[in-house]
């Protein structure tokens, strides 16, 4: 049956007390594409995001590399109030991993406030790049502090997994909505990550949604592209191939055209309204172009249908053909293979600062030592990792933060986690690297929660499998786990 004519405005939902954003969120993102050819008028894209406002979308995504996109926000922020409307920012502060000092998290804050005119930002969201630099906790704090101080309105993290999610929250940190790469091509967060964040009260903010846009009626049955000209779908090219290539892809679009046609919508209302559905997601992230393409009408229709049994199953007997995208939810940014617009950006992270530096021990020959800053290394008098030859050895480590701060009191799998992390820096510092461990020992306050610190140790070596022993032990201090690694660099 036709869907009947749609809603007058999208839905929306609130994320937390006096802060709604529509279920269909602009994304701004390809504003800086847009830059690559001439610079944006920022006034007349400011009166193209208006008309936006006014049908409804009012929310709007952006970060602190996507060009122009929060001075334009800033302009139409500036202009929408005369109208008796006002835009809801959401913006990104992706920070070079690094000391998280309060000066640093600051100045990045207020550049943001003062690109968007705003003393106050609805939700400011927090892009690590590597979580072996545990900075990010510090950053995370600071946040807190702001928000408590009124310059944020609430706090949210981009491409973090579940592991490292369940991390901030266990640790006390207000994390209220959380944006990954969804789509029918990408759905690893329809896994762990979704009902996670269902049953604790964390938004999914998803995109990726369209991937780029080839989840539409203009790519059915068409040549697979031999040149691509926008990042965009550049990036999301590289998802279509590690899904199972431009076939299967094809036959997708196929699939998603016979619903289409069923209700009387679009192929991209159909891949929309499937990532709306998935247990999590509470808003979907679109990408616009300003004074350009515009697809508010259509989007609109997202909300006057439902998919039925049969389109889901229909939709299922394809995707369960596709290749799983590898990793987790934000993997493709950290580690190979590199699903971005830019490909490989193994030259990136190589670049970024370690969390620990490698010295050389006096008088032995060529030993490597690193020190993770406890205080205890100097009173007890060892290190927290050592290299001879082309072996690492890293000592018994806890999920102790700097000099002293506890991670998630009582809770196994927050601190397994952090460990590993720790562990993981450790063997970077010395040129080794958690693919090089070939045993690990896991001592545990309680054996009973040995499952939880198995799975999170699984769920960083299932491909490594190195040897493993898992035993009780009476912890010093109120650590729930301990761990140790060797590795065999090749």
């Keep these: 049956m036709p869907a009947e004519r749609g809603p007058a405005r999208p839905e929306r939902r609130e994320i937390a007390p006096g802060l709604s954003l529509s279920r269909i969120i602009t994304g701004l993102w390809q504003v800086a594409d847009m830059e690559r050819g001439a610079p944006v008028d920022l006034d007349a894209a400011a009166r193209a995001l208006a008309a936006y406002v006014a049908d409804g979308f009012d929310t709007f995504d952006m970060a602190d590399h996507?060009?122009?996109?929060?001075?334009?926000?800033?302009?139409?922020?500036?202009?929408?109030?005369?109208?008796?409307q006002r835009p809801t920012a959401l913006t990104k502060w992706c920070p070079t991993p690094g000391p998280m000092t309060?000066?640093?998290?600051?100045?990045?804050?207020?550049?943001?406030?003062?690109?968007?005119?705003?003393?106050?930002?609805?939700?400011?969201?927090?892009h690590w790049w590597t979580f072996e630099h545990p900075a990010y906790l510090d950053a995370m704090k600071e946040l807190t502090r702001l928000r408590a101080e009124g310059a944020i309105g609430e706090i949210g993290v981009t491409n973090f997994d579940t592991n490292h999610l369940r991390l901030l929250l266990k640790h006390g940190f207000p994390v209220v909505t959380n944006q990954v790469c969804v789509s029918l091509l990408d759905r690893r967060a329809c896994e762990a990550l979704g009902p996670f964040c269902a049953a604790h009260g964390v938004h999914l903010l998803a995109y990726g949604t369209l991937a780029g846009g080839f989840l539409s009626e203009r790519w059915l049955d068409q040549p697979e592209p031999l040149r691509i000209g926008d990042w965009s779908k550049?990036?999301?090219?590289?998802?279509?191939?590690?899904?199972?290539?431009?076939?299967?892809f094809q036959e997708l679009l196929r699939t998603l055209a016979g619903i289409a046609r069923r209700h009387g919508v679009s192929i991209a209302n159909v891949a929309t309204r499937w990532v709306l559905d998935q247990p999590g997601v509470t808003a979907v992230i679109v990408g616009a172009r300003p004074g350009e393409r515009e697809h508010r009408a259509d989007n609109l229709r997202v909300f006057a249908f439902a998919l039925d049994d049969a389109d889901r199953a229909a939709i299922a007997a394809v995707t369960a053909r596709m290749r799983r995208i590898p990793g987790d939810c934000g993997d493709e940014y950290r580690r190979?293979?590199?699903?971005?617009?830019?490909?490989?950006?193994?030259?990136?992270?190589?670049?970024?600062?370690?969390?620990?530096?490698?010295q050389p021990a006096p008088h032995r020959g060529g030993r490597q030592l690193v020190g993770s800053g406890s205080v205890w290394e100097g009173i007890g008098g060892y290190s927290r990792a050592v290299?001879?030859?082309?072996?690492?050895?890293?000592?018994?480590?806890?999920?102790t933060h700097g000099a002293g701060e506890l991670v998630c009191p009582g809770d196994v799998a927050g601190q397994t986690v952090y460990i590993l992390d720790k562990i993981a820096a450790a063997l970077g510092a010395l040129g080794?690297?958690?693919?090089?461990?070939?045993?690990?020992?896991?001592?545990?306050?309680?054996?009973?929660?040995?499952?939880?610190?198995?799975?999170?140790?699984g769920s960083y070596f299932a491909e490594v499998r190195p040897a493993n022993t898992l035993v009780q032990a009476a912890l010093v201090g109120d650590y729930e786990v301990e761990i140790e690694a060797e590795a065999v660099v090749a």
């Design 234 to 248: 550049m990036k999301y090219k590289r998802f279509i191939d590690a899904a199972g290539g431009w076939e299967l």
């Design 387 to 399: 290299r001879v030859g082309d072996r690492i050895m890293v000592s018994g480590t806890t999920a």
């Design 102 to 126: 309060a000066d640093v998290v600051r100045t990045g804050i207020a550049a943001r406030q003062e690109r968007l005119g705003t003393a106050r930002i609805d939700l400011l969201q927090l």
């Design 66 to 84: 996507y060009g122009s996109a929060e001075l334009i926000v800033g302009r139409l922020m500036a202009i929408a109030p005369a109208a008796g």
């Design 432 to 457: 080794g690297s958690l693919e090089d461990v070939v045993r690990t020992r896991i001592y545990l306050r309680d054996v009973g929660q040995w499952e939880a610190a198995a799975r999170v140790h």
């Design 336 to 358: 190979p293979p590199f699903l971005t617009a830019a490909g490989d950006l193994s030259d990136h992270l190589d670049a970024l600062p370690r969390a620990f530096q490698a």
